[in-house]
DNA sequence: TATAATATTTAGGCAAACCTAATTATTTAT
DNA sequence: ATAAATAATTAGGTTTGCCTAAATATTATA
């Protein structure tokens, strides 16, 4: 069994190297996890020691093969619980991080199953991620940006990667959820900022905005 | 704020005072909670100083009204999870002990509020325990227990006291559980067992046993 | 390529919770 | 009422997981 701590390392180290390749490093796992550097140096050995990551000292840390499993038993009962809470307990799709992060610490696997089977075996959570299945096997994943649309796309949202409670609640006011079907009306070639169409209203978006939406890319204007 | 530790001594210290009247021993507390008795002290101390338990050196403890809040929303949260683990995950009742001890931890007044509506407000747990209301009203509790019954009586299955797997277990091998209909047929004056008719068998109890279920009496013979 | 800047690690501390062993208080029994 | 038995507390240690400050390694710059 593995301490909270040692969860929320191989959980960290797990996304981070989503979107970076090669090693993690130190820095970027403390400010992840607003911890101190010479904290993350001191959990890297331990879990170095007990085989769940690949520790080179100054060069960063990659999970071996056991501490990706672990991750993705933390990240399924995560994205479980975020569901049920969504869909089952009236939670906002805002709401639901915080608590999330306890729940997916809890340590039963008839839990996780029996949830899983509840919840109809859902495949994407509230914030449109995939939900590893019992063998950690990802379902294929929305793939394109709305930053890589062209002029006319039509898509339908299918995701977020940025879960901050800020980005959420921005979304939220403008309309922009899980499905929500989006047209691309204008881009600005200085700073790729995008026009896109939601429901009858015009919305400008940054390129920092179109980069964290995923979109299921529907069809191409003529 | 409370740590997990904490809240496990002040359900601990709640569920003593419901047998026992009067300050809770240091050597009770370490045999419930599985710890040594020097453990127990340095707690009682730090307990002591957040104000939950009013702590005399060596003459026991006591819940604060603080203290006592605080147990009752862990008890109410217990046993909200150990109801949605039954009713809602196909778990046995002799399985969800140790997921609803780490489920009771969670923090999140929304998440508490919304489970107890989600369940349907249930007053009773699996093991037939009463259910706090979010300000930790008690439902009224089946009060008697099958060894105050006398010859003749007919009584319904209401709770249990001992949530050990091993009396479980025996109880669902002699088919009593929840809700089922007993009738006592003789008792033995030497140990107080008690020979009971439960689905048109007669089955034997020793006095520990009926003391640890619960009935609702329903009616004497003539 | 040497030096400055930055990143990482080491050293030394702290708090929570546990432990064992030794001491002290209380209770029981003679 | 005192001695023996039992219970509780104190003293001192351990592990986990965090911290700050100092030292060292790596990377960037002049």
Not at 200 to 222: C, G, P
Request: aromatic share 8%.
């Amino acid at each position: 069994m593995f301490t909270q701590s040692e969860e929320n390392y191989l959980k960290a180290i797990f996304q981070l190297q989503e979107e970076i390749e090669g090693g993690i490093s130190t820095s970027s796992l403390s400010e992840k996890l607003e911890t101190k550097a010479a904290s993350v140096t001191e959990m890297l050995k331990r879990l170095s020691d007990k085989e769940l990551v690949d520790y080179q000292k100054y060069y960063g840390v990659q999970l071996t093969e056991s501490g990706r499993k672990q991750a993705l038993l933390i990240v399924r009962k995560h994205r479980l619980w975020e569901y049920f809470l969504v869909e089952r307990l009236n939670f906002n799709w805002d709401e639901v991080h915080e608590v999330a992060e306890q729940l997916e610490h809890i340590k039963s696997p008839k839990l996780v199953e029996e949830l899983d089977s509840f919840l109809g075996r859902p495949e994407y959570d509230p914030h449109g991620d995939p939900i590893p299945d019992k063998h950690g096997k990802l379902p294929k994943s929305p793939t394109k940006k709305l930053s890589q649309l062209k002029l006319g796309d039509h898509g339908i949202c299918k995701g977020f990667n940025d879960n901050s409670s800020a980005f959420l609640q921005f979304l939220d006011k403008q309309n922009i959820g899980l499905h929500t079907p989006i047209e691309v009306l204008h881009i600005e070639t200085f700073d790729e900022s995008m026009t896109i169409k939601i429901a009858q209203r015009e919305v400008l978006l940054s390129k920092t905005a179109t980069d964290n939406i995923y979109i299921d890319n529907i069809a191409t204007e003529a």
